[in-house]
C-alpha cells in the first residue's frame, strides 16, 4: 500500500477524557476579579452565567476530565476526525518537510467549535437550564451552539456581529435551522446594544459588544445561561479532544511534530490542538507551539498582558490575558471571527512566559496563501477549512487545523518557504 | 464497544474500479441519436466534447473499468467516505428500521459531484485538453469541476444559472478561489444564450440553457472541451464508488440493505449509489432501488419517455429519456439543481422496464423534512447534506446520501414514517 494520505482512528479510539493542562503549568493561573471590587471571584460570582459543572471545569487542578456519555455520543457523528497528509501542498511549496493538517471541517456545523457547543448545551441541560444566549462573530460559534442546542432540546438566541449578519445570510439560516433564533449585534434589545447604536447608529459591531448583549440577557433573565465559544479555560478545555486525537494519530505512524501551527483568535483552537503536546513539552520533549493571529488586531503580539474585561462595556468578570483594550474596535477584516480584543488566559499566560510563540499575520498573504492551499489540497478557506499545523523529525511534520482562518495557512506557507527550502 | 454510529473504510479499501451497470441490464441502452439526422451516432461525432477515453466508457460493456492511479490518490483527499447511522433520527421517528446514510458532504466541494469532476479532468488532462467548459445550476457540480481542474492544472468556464449566480456568491467565490472563471447564464458569449436573452431579458436561466451555452463554447474552440456532472453513462460510471464502498461496509457488519432511497435529478447521485446493488438485484437479491425527485420537476413519475435533446437550445444529440421537453422551463423551486428537464438514460430506462422505483416529493414537505433531519442528525441540507437511503433485514435499514437535496429526507421521512412504524 502507498503511503497514507489520511490517518483515522475508530470510534472506540475517541479519547474518553479532556486534557487539562493546568497541572503541567510551571505557574497556577490567576484568578478572575470582580468587574466592579476588583476582588477575586468565588463560583458563586459565576452562577447567574454557567452551570456548576462548567464553573467547576474553569478552576479544577484535576489533569483528566471524563467525557460525559451523551458528549461522547454526539462527538461520533464526525469524530475521530483525520489527521490528513498535506501531500500536494508539500509539492506546491517544493518543501521536503511533512505537512498534516487535523481536519475538523467535517462536523456539522463546518468548523471545531461543535466540541465545546455539545459539552455546554449538555451541562447546561444536566443542570436544568432551559436557554442559552450567545454571541457569533463570522458564524461558525453560533452554528455551534445552535446545532448544539438542537440535540439536547434547549432554545438558543445569538448576536451575531453586524457586519457578519449582513455579509452572511446563509450562516444565519443555518442556525435558525436547527432553531436558534438569531438578532443582528449591537440591537435594541439590551442596554449594551442600545448604548452603542445611540454613538454610533451604522456600528458594525464587534464581538466584544455581541458578548455584552448575550451576557446583559443571561444575567437579567432566570430560565437563560450565557455561552463562551472560546477563551475561557471550560472551553479550551473541551477542544483538547482536537490534539488528543491527533497524539494518537501520529503514534499510529511512529512520527511525532516538531512545530504546532494553528490559528488564535480566542484561542480554542490554538488550545485544543497544543495543550495535549505542551504536557510532551513541559516534560522534555523538543516541540515548537506557534499561535497566529491577523496584523489587525494582534492581541498576542502587540496587546498588554493586564487584567481587562472580556466583553466591550465592562460586565464580565476581569481576567489576565494579552488585550488591545476591551473598547478596541478592531478594523472591518474579513475574518470576522478573529477581531476579538483579548485571548484565553491560559494562552496569554504560555505566551508571556515564553513557553509558546505567537505571529501575527497580514490580510493579503493570507488570502495568498489561502488560494495556493486550496488549488494544492482542495480546501477552501472560505468555506471554511484552514486549519494548525505540526512538524516532527528533520525534515518535519505540520499540523493544520483547518478553520476559515487564513492567517494559518499564510503562516505555514512562510514557515515552509523560509525555514524548509528543499 | 457501543453499537457504532458510523462504518470506516481504510485508504486501502477504496475501490480500485468502477462499476458499470449495463451487462447486469436485461436489455442492452439505445444509441444517441445525430441532433439533425436523428441517425445513430458514433464515437466520431462526441469527439469535439469529450476525450476518446470518455467515449469509450459512455458505450462500453465491460463490467469494471479500472480507476487511475492519479484518480484513486485524489479520490484519498476524502474518501472512502463514512457510512453513518441515522440513531436520532431513528428515534425522532420512532421508529424500529435502521437507517443508515453515506456522507457524501466532506468533499472539497460538499457533495458527490467530486467522484467523477476528478475522473473526468483527468482523462482531458491526460489527452492534452487545455480547458473545459460546463454549466452549473445550484453551484455543486461547478464547484467540484473548478476543484478537479485545479488539481490536473486546467482552465475551467462555468455557465452558472443565473438565480443561483445572484443567490449564492458563495459557491461563485469558492470556484474562483479554485481558479475557474464563473458568468451568469443566459449570456451574451453565446448564440444560445443571446437568442435567450433576446426573448426575455430577465431570464432566470435553467440548466438546459446553460448547458447550450457550454456546449457552444466547447464545440467552438479547439482548446476546450465539454464536462457534464450528470446524465450521461459515463458520470453514472464513476458515482459507483458510491454504492461500491457502500457494499464494502455492510459486508462488515453484516447486512444488507432492504430499501436504498436517493435524491434523482440527472440521476448521477442515485446510479451512484444504486447502480452496485442493482447487479444483486439481477441475480435475484431482494432489494428495492427507489429515486425521489421535486413535483416541481417530474421527470421520471411524469415525463415522456421518449428520444429528446439533453439541452434547451438542441445542440447535443438525442437521447432516449425520461423528459418534460427540452424547451421546458421548471418554476423557481429553492433547490437548484433538481431542475433539469431530462434524466440519465441509464436511470430512465430501469424505471421504463419497472425494475426501479420512482416518486415524487413536494417543496414544502421537503424543507419539513429536511429540518426534521437537520435537527436530529446535525447535518443541515442548507448547506449540502442530505443524501440517500438503504434498508436491511426487518425492520429495515436504509441509506441516505446527503446533498442539498431535501426531497430526499422528504422521501425518508414519509417512507418510515408510513411503512415502519413502531
Known sequence: MAEPRKILLGEDELPSAWFNIVPSMPTRPGPYLHPQTREPIGPEALAPLFPMALIGQEVTTDEWIDIPGPVLDTYKLWRPT??????????????????????????PAGSHKP?????????????????????????QWGSALA??????????????????????PYRRSLMETWGASVIPSPSQETNAGRAVLAADP??????GIAISEAVEEAASRKDTNYS?????????????????????QFEKIGEYPDVILAACGGGSNFGGIAFPFFADKAAGKKVRLVAVEPTSCPTLTKGRYAYDFGDAVGLTPLMKMYTLGHDFMPPGIHAGGLRYHGDSPLVSQLCHEGLIEAVAVAQLSTFEAGVTFARAEGLDIARGLIHAALRSGAPGIYIVAPFNRADLAAELVR??????KA
Not at 466540541?115 to 458564524?139: C, D, H, M
Not at 451604522?202 to 464581538?207: H, K, M, Q, R, Y
Open 115 to 139: 466540541n465545546t457547543a455539545v459539552a455546554q448545551a449538555y451541562y447546561n441541560k444536566a443542570e436544568g437550564v432551559a436557554r442559552l444566549s450567545t454571541e457569533t462573530g463570522a458564524g
Open 82 to 107: 483525520p489527521l490528513v497528509r498535506a501531500l500536494d501542498l508539500e509539492r506546491a511549496l517544493g518543501t521536503p518537510a511533512r505537512i498534516w493538517y487535523k481536519y475538523e471541517g467535517g462536523s
Open 147 to 168: 446545532f448544539a442546542c438542537a440535540r439536547f432540546g434547549l432554545e438558543c438566541k445569538v448576536y451575531m456581529v453586524r457586519a457578519s449578519y449582513d455579509g452572511k
Open 228 to 248: 463562551l465559544g472560546s477563551v475561557l479555560n471550560h472551553v479550551l478545555l473541551h477542544q483538547t479532544v482536537i490534539g488528543l486525537e491527533a497524539k494518537k
Open 415 to 420: 514557515f515552509v518557504r523560509e525555514e524548509w
Open 202 to 207: 451604522d456600528s458594525p459591531g464587534s464581538l
